[in-house]
């Protein structure tokens, strides 16, 4: 069954602290997304990968970075949280394969209550 | 302006009968995929259907079918004799560009509610 872990999925810290949140897929996937849902607002995109050690910015990048060392691992990274990052974080993995509708596959979610 | 827009928050369905939920995209891109996800309460997104932009027939999955009315940028979600499993979270989702690799831009989503 393939799938897409997402390390924690509820967290709670304290303003000003470093976040690391981790996800990992077994699929193979070359390509790799976080997300932030907040109600009625869908889902943001804040960053993504398109391989190893590669990155773009998504529509609201401000406040995170992420990382991508190895192809099936991709950490989003609060380098400071603050309240306003209080949210749920989804993560999510698709091939760019020929073959496929390059369809995303999520993980469970991870949701961060910043106090 | 809005890539994508969902203008329904909440629908209500009796068990049974199909429902439509609605969708609509900007995009000056000739090429892109439309796609229908799938969220329930335990908050995991599922994929369920997808339509890309040179596709003649609409497509369909099993209950699901996407009607794809390119002219008027609509893709309306169509779910048949619904279930009591189909109460979850909608959204619909555009991919622009000819490759699948690219990024998803979603909608804001829609509370579907079947009753029994």
């Known amino acids: 069954d393939v799938k897409v872990t997402q390390s924690s999925r509820y967290l709670v810290k304290r303003t000003g602290e470093k976040v690391f949140l981790e996800c990992v897929q077994d699929?193979?996937?070359?390509?790799m997304f976080w997300y932030r849902q907040d109600p009625g607002l869908g889902l943001r995109l804040i960053y993504f990968?398109?391989?190893?050690?590669?990155?773009e910015k998504g529509d609201i990048p401000e406040g995170y970075s992420v990382s991508r060392e190895k192809k099936e691992r991709f950490s989003l990274i609060l380098e400071s949280a603050s309240t306003n990052q209080t949210s749920m974080y989804l993560c999510?993995?698709?091939?760019?394969?020929?073959?496929?509708?390059?369809?995303?596959?999520f993980g469970e979610g991870s949701r961060l209550t910043v106090l | 302006a809005q890539k994508i827009t969902q203008t329904q928050p909440g629908m209500f369905v009796q068990e049974k009968e199909a429902v439509t939920l609605d969708c609509t995209y900007d995009?000056?891109?000739?090429?892109?995929?439309l796609f229908w996800y799938k969220q329930p309460s335990s908050g995991e997104m599922i994929f369920l259907i997808y339509?890309?932009?040179?596709?003649?027939q609409n497509a369909t999955e099993g209950r699901y079918s996407l009607n794809f009315q390119k002219a008027r940028k609509s893709a309306n979600l169509v779910i048949s004799a619904s279930q009591l499993g189909d109460s979850a979270m909608y959204f619909c989702?555009?991919?622009?560009?000819?490759?699948?690799?690219?990024?998803?831009?979603f909608g804001d989503g829609t509370t579907l509610t079947v009753k029994p």
């Open positions: 999510a993995s698709s091939s760019p394969g020929q073959v496929t509708t390059g369809e995303l596959f």
């Open positions: 699929m193979d996937h070359e390509n």
């Open positions: 990968s398109y391989d190893v050690k590669m990155k």
């Open positions: 995009t000056s891109d000739p090429s892109y995929g």
């Open positions: 339509q890309g932009s040179y596709d003649q």
């Open positions: 989702a555009m991919r622009e560009g000819d490759t699948n690799a690219g990024k998803s831009t």
